[in-house]
């Protein structure tokens, strides 16, 4: 069940990012919403979880770009390792150690992505600080977010439905 | 069973994962000849999921558009309202529909003017990560697309072909860091090879100590690569940095805005290089 979830999420991430990438302004899409997916599954189900779904959604972004297969994978699977280790050892329930570890999460996934194809000579980045930066910022606020409404949005139905039963009463 | 539960073993699994992605990229930087099966398999299957959110997102604005029209029903008062919502909407499509009209003329004339077998396709999805330039198209092999096929708009070159499905195809955008094309300066013909590069420019590179190019000038395709049609426009130089009698930095913006991309077309007519490659493999 919580497999299926999972696979969910990233395939919704997957279609959420092609469908909606061709209308964000100046092309650049800001957040990588399957390392946000990868991140968040890491940090609530730990390291295997976080590791096998950071594997397979790498896999599959890379078969659906134009780059090596495997590259994002092995970024994700590492990332999404890291994380789940995170999330066992410290307690990360509050938003801002949840930004932080979105914000190193993506970093830490451009360094490995970059770093492996600057390594087997494949492509040139030239100074990406800028844009890693960026997206660390943006994958950390879409993170921060999604803890928020998926903790918040149960108690906030189950208030209403308690006014509602008040004022049938 | 306490062995089998790979829970236990995060670390083995991990070592295992990373194993299997180390062995994988190796097998592919080796083999630098072909797209991979799993590439073209995966982006197939995908192409459908891409096709479907298209229409979902359609749909649901459609649904949602609707309900705020409904909302709107509600008063006699709110009633004048919603006429004039309705005509400003209408007036809106009318709007889209007359710049979807002039689009598809320019296109039209461009097809017209290239006198190339071409063929209109929308752009119905845009790349699966932020690190690679590609769109998804809405026609495939079935239509008689093949990789390496150039893609234009009215405005210029937008890129190529990669991985054609059934039923659609990927595109690698001409700013899409691993791009390259053939360019030629029109004014004082001057060759070099335009690649992709960062924040949406282009630079141009292998150019003679003894080119003449300076801001402004028109960059077109040289169609040495074999891939786009020789003489279309790539854009205009934006940055002339010298080091010395050697150029340092050609920067090119590109004519084509790929932010508002919705219609391109598809060259069908091999280049001359194409098709004599072709006829020595037959």
Redesign the interface.
Known sequence: MKAAGVILAIVGALGLQTALGRFVSRGTVAVDLVLVVVLYVALTSGPVTGLLSGAAAGLVQDALSSGVIGIGGLAKTLVGFLTGIIGTQFIVAQPFPRFVVFFAGTVVHAIVFMGLYVLLELRQFGTPYGAVAGQAFGNAVVGVLAFQVVELLPGVLERRRGQRARIRR | MAILD??QR?GY??VA??L???I??SA??NTRSGV?I??AV??GV?AE??RA??V??SGIRRVWSGYIGLRHLQTDNEELKRQLADAQIELQRQRALADRTRGLERLLALRDQSKLMTMAAE?I????????????IDKGTRDGLRPDMAIIAPAGVVGRI??PSVRAA?V?LL????AAAGAIIERSRAQGVVVG??D?RLQMQKVSEAADIVTGDLVLTSGIEGIYPKGFIIGRIELVEKNGPSYKRIIVRPAVD??S?EEVLVVLTPTPARAAAQGNSE
């Open positions: 790979i829970r995060a699994l991990f994962v990373i299997g992605h180390v994988l990229i592919q930087v991979p799993l590439e995966t982006f995908f999921v891409q959110a298209s979902g997102t752009i999805a845009a790349g699966a990560t932020p690190d690679f330039r590609t769109v998804t990669v991985i990927k690698q700013i899409d860091r691993n590069g960062v949406e790929f932010t991309l």
